[in-house]
């Protein structure tokens, strides 16, 4: 059973940076991918990033292409969401969720294991 815990959200004024991790313990990591989602205040989940278990494919929304780059480390068995040039409207809460089928999907549907979530509050 592959569990997933975030950490690194918190409050950063507009222009600043955040560095989300996603630990996950359980079972054997590297082979699944990994996606990380946001939802703000009265929208929907939506993906932001994805990686593929080799970190050779990867996946932006447009709206944070430039800004954030996901990464992982196989070693320590965790993902990062490192987000740059912060905005007011990236404030939501992020979740980093694994496909165990190891695709590089877009829809939160195609994910089969969620953490709990972290906070990300960008002032303006």
């Known amino acids: 059973q592959v569990q997933l815990v975030e950490s690194g959200g918190g409050l950063v004024q507009a222009g600043g940076s955040l560095r989300l991790s996603c630990a996950a313990s359980g079972t054997t990591f590297s082979s699944y991918a990994m996606g990380w989602f946001r939802r703000a205040q009265g929208r929907g989940r939506e993906i932001v990033a994805a990686i593929s278990w080799s970190g050779g494919r990867t996946y932006y929304a447009d709206s944070v292409k430039g800004r954030f780059t996901i990464f992982r480390d196989n070693a320590k068995s965790t993902r990062y969401l490192q987000m740059n040039s912060l905005k007011p409207e990236d404030t939501a809460v992020y979740y980093c969720?694994?496909?165990?089928?190891?695709?590089?999907?877009?829809?939160?549907?195609?994910?089969?294991?969620w953490g709990q979530g972290t906070q990300v509050t960008v002032s303006s």
């Open positions: 969720a694994a496909d165990l089928r190891g695709r590089v999907g877009v829809s939160s549907e195609e994910y089969d294991v």
